[in-house]
């Protein structure tokens, strides 16, 4: 049977055919589709952990016990799993593991565009990379056997193209005759004390040169011969641009990206005139061919950064004068130059009308805070007309950021400084940070922005929000009680859509000579499960009041809307009926009364 998939989509069939029994993750774009649509196969125990660090080490613990286990997180979870991962390595594994890294070359939705591959490398673990829905699926399957076969965790790389993708793909069905899991006492494998770890050392990296072994001979690595002027090393999505772009061009394409298959490199290499390796964002390929002595041509012509498109390729290899292997010549006529796409007008990203978060923003940016922020969707408080964000580096930092930056100000400064965070990311990392705040006695006020979800990445249920991924009841992190509890004496809870006393509590926390915690209670207007607003509450205005101050679009609310007036006569705010959600923000800095309810 087949199906169209997209790549998420496959790996969580790739998970099912596998026979996978635990499936762990934290939300981010563009992996989280993986493990909600992992819930449709029932055999497989699937959930939310607070954050990857705790997916990685859950799916350990279900390899330990025998069973096979998949965490998938984007590349910038990675970094907070990499601790148990690098030991991982050592240890090898019970049940086949693997962990799916999603990565996001330009930054379609992240904070930088790191290259996974290198995590690969330096952990010296396997990596495959799929071009295409259909390997999405069936490297998913082969990473399991490669764990068992070797006794390692494999990485499997995808990309935002991959990931959202789609194509078809062929179904089969499960795997079976898995061994039942169990508990095998095996300490001196498992226990990574120094004596146990200088044993298993030796026996990575023996495992890596077998694997490279393995890979000369793999079907997953293949050689394409056609034209032999022109000669392209590539892997993933960047194999789909390379057969497009340069349809005659000789072709090695990389299945398993690390380790190297070095000997099927040179053989390849020496059957066409000119190598050129062709990749997104690092010269993972390129420097390792390199240094094994292969003249080969990469970065000097691929862009480092940015992915590629087929028009950025057309454009590398053109510019730099390659002609041949398919490449159509420039001077064939406009039908060779790249796809010319008309632009749109841009469209900034914005908070949904009535989200909770808007007003806090304005409050801040009226009191002039120093805001450090965190990873959400909280983060476009520093998009104008909000302006209300002035530090932004990962998950969970803004309460450090904010405790280091109060330790370096005059007495005078340390009152402007506030940090916001999210209630998942506060549960990723950020209590961590409130720990150390209090522990150090930093006076800095700390806003969790608790909407109850993990709004930015789709909606996901995280501690605090009383549900599982499997849609069932939990019991749900008391942020008030946490936060005493690791030592913080003075925390309040608002109600952000009231300004004035979102306001008031904001001026008396960040007066406080001590670390001090806000906490906002309203949910995600898009919330599945709480009705945030009753219908027919949108707000209208009467433009006999509006007296065109523009004071109403201050809050940058995407539901109201400036109209021009004709030359002589100013301007009025309008509310689309269809956008607003009533939540009030709007009326309350509106000093003419022309804001309200059947107005």
Request: glycine share 10%.
């Amino acid at each position: 049977m087949k199906e169209i998939l997209s790549g998420n989509e496959a790996i969580a069939r790739g998970a099912y055919e596998a026979g996978v029994k635990v499936a762990s993750g934290y939300p981010g774009t563009p992996s989280t589709e993986i493990l909600e649509n992992i819930l449709q196969y029932k055999k497989i125990d699937a959930s939310w952990a607070p954050n990857e660090k705790v997916a990685m080490e859950v799916g350990i613990g279900a390899s330990f016990g025998g069973g096979r286990a998949i965490v998938t997180m984007k590349h910038v979870g990675v970094n907070v799993a990499a601790d148990p991962l690098f030991t991982f390595s050592y240890t090898g594994v019970g049940g086949g593991f693997v962990l799916i890294a999603a990565d996001d070359p330009e930054m379609h939705s992240s904070q930088n565009e790191q290259d996974s591959r290198n995590y690969a490398r330096f952990a010296k673990v396997p990596m495959l990379e799929p071009a295409d829905s259909q390997e999405c699926k069936d490297f998913t399957r082969l990473a399991f056997e490669l764990s068992e076969q070797f006794d390692t965790p494999v990485m499997l790389r995808s990309c935002t193209r991959i990931s959202h993708g789609k194509s078809i793909v062929e179904l089969n069905e499960p795997v079976s005759g898995l061994p039942e899991p169990r508990l095998v006492k095996n300490p001196s494998k498992l226990v990574m004390l120094p004596g146990n770890a200088r044993v298993r050392h030796p026996l990575v990296e023996e495992r890596m040169v077998k694997l490279a072994a393995f890979g000369a001979s793999a079907p997953f690595n293949s050689v394409e011969m056609r034209d032999g002027e022109i000669g392209v090393i590539t892997a993933g999505i960047s194999y789909n641009y390379v057969r497009e772009v340069l349809p005659n061009a000789s072709v090695l394409k990389l299945g398993m990206v690390n380790p190297l298959p070095m000997e099927l490199v040179r053989d390849f290499a020496r059957k066409v005139n000119k190598l050129y390796v062709v990749e997104e964002l690092d010269p993972f390929i390129e420097e390792q061919v390199r240094a094994a002595g292969i003249a080969v041509t990469g970065k000097e012509i691929i862009p480092i950064c940015g992915e590629l498109t087929p028009g950025r390729l057309r454009n590398a290899f053109t510019t730099a004068g390659i002609v041949g292997a398919g490449l159509p010549r420039p001077e064939q006529g406009d039908e060779t130059s790249p796809l010319q796409i008309e632009k749109l007008p841009g469209r900034p990203p914005n908070m949904c009308p009535g989200c909770p978060h808007r007003g806090v923003f304005y409050t801040l940016n009226q009191l002039k805070a120093y805001v450090t922020g965190d990873i959400g969707c909280y983060t476009l408080g520093f998009m104008p007309p909000l302006n209300a964000m002035d530090t932004c580096i990962c998950m969970g930092a803004s309460i450090s950021n904010a405790s280091g930056i109060v330790r370096v100000l005059p007495e005078d400064e340390k009152k402007k400084v506030v940090a916001v965070i999210g209630d998942s990311t506060f549960l990723h990392t950020g209590i961590n940070s409130l720990m150390e705040m209090a522990y150090n006695g930093s006076p800095a006020t700390v806003i969790i922005l608790d909407n109850r979800i993990t709004a930015m990445t789709g909606r996901q249920d995280n501690p605090a929000s009383g549900w599982t991924l499997r849609d069932e009841p939990a019991v749900p992190v008391d942020l008030v009680q946490l936060c005493r509890a690791v030592g913080i004496r003075h925390v309040q809870v608002v109600d952000p859509f009231d300004l004035d006393e979102t306001r008031k509590v904001l001026m008396e926390e960040m007066n406080r000579p001590e670390p001090s915690v806000i906490i906002t209670n309203r949910p995600c207007v898009l919330v599945k499960r709480e009705g945030v607003f009753e219908k027919g509450l949108a707000l209208s205005v009467d433009e006999d009041h509006c007296s065109g101050c523009k004071a109403c679009l201050r809050i940058g609310c995407p539901a109201i809307e400036w109209q021009p007036a004709p030359e002589g006569k100013k301007g009025k705010a309008c509310i689309d009926p269809l956008l607003c959600n009533g939540c009030d923000v709007c009326r309350q800095l509106c000093k003419f009364d022309a804001i309200g309810r059947g107005k």
